[in-house]
């Protein structure tokens, strides 16, 4: 079973930058695929960015070009940078895993919270 662990969120004014960590274990690191899903009260989950065997990486169009995911396999941490925040980056950031290989992420951390004020 995966266990994940979020650190990281906080208060920023927009323009600020935060950087979320996360730690897993229960799971051999290397076969897993991470990622950064966001939950604002009211509005549906959003992907934000993912990181797959190989190293490839997406991310959605509202953080592109802002927000960057990045693993470090020796620690079993994954990491998003984010930059440039906005009012609207607000909400509870949980990291997850997939173990499938098929990008079905059943595996989330607590969560930690993102605010972003303007």
């Known amino acids: 079973q995966v266990q994940l662990v979020e650190s990281g969120g906080g208060s920023v004014q927009a323009g600020g930058s935060l950087r979320l960590s996360c730690v897993a274990s229960?799971?051999?690191?290397?076969?897993?695929?991470m990622g950064w899903f966001r939950q604002v009260e009211g509005k549906e989950r959003e992907g934000v960015a993912f990181?797959?065997?190989?190293?490839?990486?997406d991310y959605s169009d509202s953080v592109k070009g802002r927000f960057t995911i990045s693993t470090d396999n020796a620690k079993n941490m994954v990491y998003l940078q984010m930059n440039n925040l906005k009012p609207e980056d607000s909400g509870t950031y949980y990291c997850?895993?997939?173990?499938?290989?098929?990008?079905?992420?059943?595996?989330w951390g607590q969560g930690t919270q993102v605010t972003v004020s303007s």
């Open positions: 997850v895993a997939d173990t499938s290989g098929r990008g079905d992420f059943k595996h």
């Open positions: 990181v797959y065997g190989g190293g490839t990486t």
């Open positions: 229960g799971y051999t690191f290397s076969s897993l695929s």
